[in-house]
């Protein structure tokens, strides 16, 4: 009993320690616009956050963070009441860094929660070789109005091991009263075989608790 026991754990913890050891957690935030000097947060492991005044921007709160999400990870953002007085275009990039094993495919959920007439968001996420790298574009949508677009895209060969993930807002304001609110979540899409040697662990191990009940 104890040698099947074994044989059905072992694998099982093999497969969840190495999902999140794949997992740096390592986020960086950046904001820049036209006639300002670029600003970009220190690196740090999971959330970080930028709150204030930047450009011609007032920001309540910008936040990425990264968790080790069992079986694949993920990285989520958001950039809540950003307003603008004066116009201008604000664009926010949260980055991941230092992640390994490449999954087959991300899932990326593109939200416009709140936004004034005459503004537009641009969302965007992207795969690349270090911090804020644009090198493949998983995802984009241009927002006029509010709303959620979910896109699913395969990844082909990526000749990057680190890998990072980036996660751009572009916010145009014409000016005057209004925030907008946005959020991103990019997941990483299971490989099936890492979802079948899940189940079939599970079920394993329900096998054995089942037989040693009924004995």
């Known amino acids: 009993m104890k040698r099947k026991l074994y044989l059905v754990v072992v ?97 990326s959920t593109l939200t416009s929660n709140t936004l004034p007439a005459g503004w537009t968001v641009v969302e965007q996420t992207w795969l690349g070789t270090g911090a804020f790298g644009e090198s493949l574009e998983l995802a984009t949508t241009t927002f006029t109005a509010t709303g959620t677009t979910t896109i699913t895209k395969a990844t082909p060969l990526f000749p990057s091991d680190p890998y990072s993930e980036t996660e751009v807002y572009i916010i145009t304001s014409p000016g005057g009263t209004g925030q907008a609110n946005d959020t991103i979540d990019l997941t990483a899409v299971p490989e099936p075989a890492s979802i079948a040697v899940f189940g079939s662990a599970l079920l394993g191990l329900a096998g054995l608790g089942r037989r040693r009940f009924f004995r």
């Open 11 to 107: 694998p099982l913890l093999c497969l969840l320690v190495g999902a999140s050891a794949a997992y740096a957690d390592n986020v960086e935030i950046q904001l820049s616009e036209s006639g300002y000097a670029t600003f970009t947060s220190a690196a740090g492991a999971g959330t970080q956050s930028f709150s204030g005044v930047y450009g011609t921007f007032t920001i309540n709160n910008i936040s990425g963070t990264g968790s080790p999400y069992v079986p694949e990870p993920q990285l989520s953002s958001n950039s809540l009441n950003t307003t603008s007085t004066t116009g201008g275009t604000l664009t926010v990039k949260v980055t991941e860094t230092g992640l390994t094993t490449l999954v087959p495919g991300f899932q």
